[in-house]
């Protein structure tokens, strides 16, 4: 929340700006379009044998923005292994000249495991002539999507309220403004008598802020919360200074 107006008359706060939603929503959205784009999805290996050292693989790796082919000769090749990063693993060719990813990054280590070890067998197997694996990682595609996903559902489901004091009309007029829904409350300010700052606990025992307008009969007005207890000391501060000079 921010003051963006204060004057002797009028006092509006805002709790968002367009940066608190347009921000997160594009980070989300880059990492969606990254993973959709650039990350490849499908990774294909076709090996044919003419003779024992003698042959070539072909190396196919797919993603929306298209596929790269690699050549690599039989010869070359001397078999594959996992590399695991954390909960992630992909499996690399091992051949003469280094290391050449064949799978992206993925959890499912039993997959790869398996995939490690057809290739391994078919170089050890000079009687074996042709070998064809291909491996399609949806995860990725779908970790890209639910990062769209996030990024709409911030512009959507965002909303944005505004506090307006006006001392000329007695009135506070309270603005929320979304995609899907606006709503305008207006209370008047002789209800208002005071302001606190109140205290809670989540479930993971974090402390969470919010400003409270006392309104005559007991009732509450509350702003959104949250863990920036300067931030809603402040706005409180300003409030109450708003209204003892109203009096």
């Given amino acids: 929340m921010k003051i963006i107006k204060q004057t002797a008359s009028e006092l509006i706060i805002q709790t968002q700006s367009i940066f608190d939603f347009w921000l997160p929503s594009c980070l989300f959205m880059a990492f969606g379009l990254f993973g959709l784009?650039?990350?490849?999805?499908?990774?294909?290996l076709s090996c044919q044998r003419l003779q024992a050292k003698q042959g070539s693989c072909q190396l196919v790796r797919?993603?929306?923005?298209?596929?790269?082919?690699?050549?690599?000769?039989?010869?070359?090749?001397?078999?594959?292994?996992?590399?695991?990063?954390?909960?992630k693993t992909r499996v690399v060719l091992l051949t003469s000249v280094g290391y050449v990813p064949f799978t992206a990054n993925?959890?499912?280590?039993?997959?790869?495991?398996?995939?490690?070890s057809d290739i391994n067998f078919f170089v050890k197997n000079a009687k074996d002539r042709l070998l064809r694996l291909s491996q399609e990682d949806r995860w990725l595609g779908w970790t890209g999507g639910i990062f769209l996903l996030a990024a709409a559902a911030v512009i959507l489901l965002r909303n944005n309220e505004t506090y307006s004091f006006d001392g000329?009309?007695?009135?506070?007029?309270?603005?929320?403004?979304?995609?899907?829904?606006?709503?305008?409350?207006?209370?008047?300010?002789?209800?208002?008598?005071?302001?606190?700052?109140?205290?809670t606990k989540d479930l993971q025992n974090d402390t969470w802020y919010q400003v409270r307008l006392l309104v005559c009969g007991g009732d509450r007005i509350s702003l959104p919360n949250?863990?920036?207890?300067?931030?809603?000391?402040?706005?409180?501060?300003?409030?109450?200074?708003?209204?003892?000079?109203?009096?």
């Avoid at 784009?37 to 294909?44: E, G, I, M, P």
């Avoid at 506070?172 to 208002?192: F, N, P």
């Fill in 37 to 44: 784009a650039f990350d490849y999805h499908k990774a294909t």
């Fill in 106 to 116: 993925s959890p499912n280590w039993g997959s790869q495991d398996a995939v490690a």
């Fill in 168 to 199: 000329n009309l007695n009135t506070l007029t309270v603005k929320q403004q979304g995609l899907l829904a606006r709503k305008v409350i207006e209370y008047s300010l002789c209800e208002i008598y005071g302001v606190e700052v109140d205290r």
């Fill in 62 to 87: 797919s993603n929306l923005l298209g596929s790269k082919i690699q050549e690599i000769e039989l010869a070359s090749l001397q078999g594959a292994k996992v590399q695991r990063c954390g909960y």
């Fill in 226 to 247: 949250t863990m920036n207890l300067y931030q809603q000391e402040k706005i409180a501060k300003a409030i109450n200074h708003y209204l003892n000079a109203q009096k």
